[in-house]
C-alpha cells in the first residue's frame, strides 16, 4: 500500500471548493441520495439479479 501526502495552498483549496461546487457528482442532492443507497445497502435492502433475469425483464 502506497500512501500520499499532499499539501494545499489556502489559493488551491479554493479552486478545489470551486470545482467541487460545480461538479454534480458532489451536489447535496446527489450525496443525500448515495447516503440513502449505502443506508439501503448496509440494512440489507437489495436486489440481486442474474443478467438472463434482467435480459428477460427488458423484453417484457
Known sequence: ???VSLRLDDEMKKQLEIAASIEPFYSTSNMEQLQKADQQ???GQTV?????ELEALAGE
Not at 48 to 52: P, R
Open 1 to 3: 500500500m502506497t500512501t
Open 41 to 43: 445497502i448496509k440494512n
Open 48 to 52: 440481486t439479479k442474474k443478467m438472463e
